[in-house]
T-cell receptor, first 113, second 116 residues
Framework: LAKTTQPISMDSYEGQEVNITCSHN???????ITWYQQFPSQGPRFIIQGYKTKVTNEVASLFIPADRKSSTLSLPRVSLSDTAVYYCLVGDAGSGGYQKVTFGIGTKLQVIP | EPEVTQTPSHQVTQMGQEVILRCVPISNHLYFYWYRQILGQKVEFLVS????????KSEIFDDQFSVERPDGSNFTLKIRSTKLEDSAMYFC??????????????FGQGTRLTVV
């Protein structure tokens, strides 16, 4: 599984857009990029997943450059409830759909009123 | 929305005792996982399970641990002879096959295990 590097912490004011960048220089051809969110004392929750270019859902956008060696999670207009740890994960589910999700330290986002 | 459920939410046990943590994965999922998170630390992979056998396990998952799918719905983690350092939040997760590599794992709310 490709190693990922992301900032340990970030602060943002309410209403701002937050961009969290993750580096994954040794990403493999079959690897997907997935972001999870974790609130204290809760299980991680899937946010978004992508392979290349841009993916958008109702929660976030994921930007992946052509070389795929990094990715940026973009949270539009954050609120206090977005305060959480955000994990960038890179891995391959394999032909059978098996996926071992390995977490790094994550980025602790603190949203300030 | 379907969800992974775990019981109990909190388990306190004495050192040396055996505990069984229970999970009900999402019904049509085929892949099951256990993770743990020691307070203040990262989420660590323990084991994955597919087709009634262990697919992969980490170095943490030694002979003290075992997993089982005793029926069509439950997925359990047994920890024998618990130690103080086994105190952690244990998360169960499940996923279904995707057409390529695009799958997401759904996590339960966790069981907080406290060994005293």
């Amino acid at each position: 599984l490709a190693k990922t590097t992301q900032p340990i912490s970030m602060d943002s004011y309410e209403g701002q857009e937050v961009n969290i960048t993750c580096s994954h220089n040794n990403i493999a051809t079959n690897d997907y990029i997935t972001w999870y969110q974790q609130f204290p004392s809760q299980g991680p929750r899937f946010i978004i997943q992508g392979y290349k270019t841009k993916v958008t859902n109702e929660v976030a956008s994921l930007f992946i450059p052509a070389d795929r060696k990094s990715s940026t999670l973009s949270l539009p207009r954050v609120s206090l409830s977005d305060t959480a740890v955000y994990y960038c994960l890179v891995g391959d589910a394999g032909s059978g759909g098996y996926q071992k999700v390995t977490f790094g330290i994550g980025t602790k986002l603190q949203v300030i009123p | 929305e379907p969800e992974v459920t775990q019981t109990p939410s909190h388990q306190v046990t004495q050192m040396g005792q055996e505990v069984i943590l229970r999970c009900v994965p999402i019904s049509n999922h085929l892949y099951f996982y256990w993770y743990r998170q020691i307070l203040g630390q990262k989420v660590e992979f323990l084991v994955s399970f597919y087709n009634n056998e262990i697919s992969e396990k980490s170095e943490i998952f030694d002979d003290q641990f075992s997993v089982e799918r005793p029926d069509g719905s439950n997925f359990t983690l047994k920890i024998r002879s618990t130690k103080l350092e086994d105190s952690a939040m244990y998360f169960c997760a499940s996923s279904e096959p995707g057409p390529q590599g695009d799958t997401e794992a759904f996590f339960g709310q966790g069981t907080r295990l406290t060994v005293v």
